[in-house]
């Protein structure tokens, strides 16, 4: 018999910034992307809301490699997603967008030696032109100062909200990218994610009841949250909730469930994915299987305040290409993401 795939659990940790820039491989929340491949970057239209056609948010990658794969030396997997409320459908996720991106050891971006993790230089704009808002790939310019935005929303966000207004007409885009507009445009705090292995007594509990913890970690799922969960479940006699409450309670400020060819760990009896539902990949045909899931705790990390509505989820669960194919259009491929949420 197969030994089973290990769980990995992954955390959020404050860092160094220049420790969460793209030469430094990073796992991360928030922010602006740390690209993979400096180039060839998502279009606008990748990065747009199916639903609403606004433009979306980034929310985390993973650093992934594919130890037995040359040409998955470096991969990552990315997702963004749609911070309007009313994209918030249950059990969907049009609103979510996840890449996946891989290059060998031997590359045109970074070098073949790992980093100095002391460097704090930041290579990425020497290839393409990212936006000033996002951080996406700013195909877009403004007229007078021909600073880079990737939409025609993100340049009037900023000209609304951030510094753009008050310096385009005596400055240009060099000198403009040196005012410090923190604060002026909302992005989700940037966290690392560091990950530790779930051990074997952790892996096979399910069956144990777990008592609540008296405390939790700052950030983590708060008890009113877990108590409020509770009562969902019980009205509903959810006995798969049950199993996953017990099995976060574990380790209850994780926010991310890592096992590459194993099974998420789903939140509710109800809607839950079977294997035959997950879409082949479109760029080889293999099948996908699943790589990793996002909790609900990370939600008590984005600090949406209280109009940002139903910006909610139970798990997030990214699906990727089994063969983690290579494709000579794009360098970033879509992997398919399902949302499954509480019993309501």
């Given at each position: 018999?197969?030994?089973?795939?290990?769980v990995?659990?992954?955390f959020?940790?404050k860092?160094?910034?220049?420790?969460?820039?793209s030469?430094?491989?990073?796992?991360?929340?928030?922010g602006?992307p740390?690209?993979?491949?400096l180039?060839?970057?998502?279009s606008?239209s990748?990065l747009k809301?199916?639903?609403?056609?606004?433009p979306?948010?980034?929310l985390?990658?993973?650093?992934?490699?594919?130890?037995?794969?040359h040409?998955?030396?470096h991969?990552t997997?990315?997702?963004?997603f749609?911070?309007?409320s009313?994209?918030?459908?249950?059990?969907?996720?049009?609103?979510?967008r996840a890449?996946r991106?891989?290059?060998p050891?031997?590359?045109?971006?970074?070098?073949y030696?790992?980093?100095d993790?002391?460097?704090?230089?930041?290579?990425?704009?020497?290839f393409?032109d990212?936006?000033?808002?996002c951080g996406?790939k700013?195909s877009?310019?403004?007229s007078r100062?021909g600073?880079?935005?990737?939409?025609r929303?993100?340049?009037?966000?900023?000209?609304k909200?951030?510094t753009?207004k008050?310096t385009?007409?005596?400055?240009?885009?060099?000198?403009?990218?040196?005012v410090n507009?923190a604060?002026?445009i909302?992005h989700i705090p940037?966290?690392?994610?560091?990950?530790?292995?779930?051990?074997e007594?952790?892996?096979?509990?399910?069956?144990?009841?777990v008592?609540?913890?008296?405390e939790l970690v700052e950030?983590?799922?708060?008890f009113?949250d877990i108590r409020d969960l509770e009562e969902?479940?019980?009205?509903q006699h959810?006995k798969q909730?049950?199993?996953?409450k017990?099995r976060?309670?574990?380790?209850?400020d994780?926010?991310?469930?890592y096992?590459?060819g194993?099974?998420?760990?789903?939140v509710?009896s109800?809607?839950i994915?079977n294997?035959?539902q997950?879409?082949?990949c479109?760029s080889c045909?293999?099948k996908?299987?699943f790589e990793?899931?996002v909790l609900?705790q990370?939600l008590?990390?984005l600090?949406?305040d209280d109009?940002?509505g139903?910006v909610?989820w139970g798990?997030?669960?990214?699906?990727t290409?089994s063969?983690?194919?290579?494709?000579?259009t794009?360098?970033y491929?879509?992997?398919?993401?399902?949302?499954?949420d509480f019993s309501?």
């Open positions: 018999m197969a030994a089973p795939i290990e990995e659990l992954g959020l940790e860092t160094e910034p220049h420790r969460l820039k030469k430094h491989f990073p796992s991360k929340i928030g602006k740390a690209w993979l491949n180039r060839d970057l998502p606008e990748d809301c199916e639903t609403c056609d606004k979306l948010t980034f985390l990658e993973i650093y992934a490699p594919v130890t037995d794969r040409d998955c030396f991969r997997i990315f997702i963004f749609c911070e309007d009313a994209c918030f459908r249950p059990n969907e996720a049009n609103n979510f890449f991106c891989q290059l050891r031997k590359n045109d971006f970074y070098s030696e790992p980093p993790e002391d460097d704090c230089s930041d290579d990425t704009s020497h393409v990212l936006c000033f808002v996406a700013g877009k310019k403004c100062c600073l880079p935005y990737c939409s929303q993100h340049q009037e966000q900023d000209w909200k951030g753009h008050s385009c007409k005596n400055n240009s885009s060099s000198s403009i990218l040196q507009h604060g002026m909302k940037e966290y690392e994610i560091v990950t530790e292995p779930e051990t007594e952790e892996h096979f509990n399910d069956a144990k009841d008592e609540k913890p008296k950030g983590s799922l708060q009113e969902i479940a019980s009205a959810d909730f049950s199993k996953f017990k976060i309670n574990l380790n209850s994780q926010v991310l469930r096992q590459r194993g099974s998420p760990l789903w509710s109800n809607s994915l294997e035959n997950v879409p082949d479109e045909g293999a996908r299987q990793f899931q609900p990370m008590n990390h600090e949406f109009s940002d139903n909610d798990t997030v669960i990214v699906y290409c063969k983690s194919c290579n494709s000579n794009t360098a491929l879509k992997e398919f993401i399902y949302k499954q309501q």
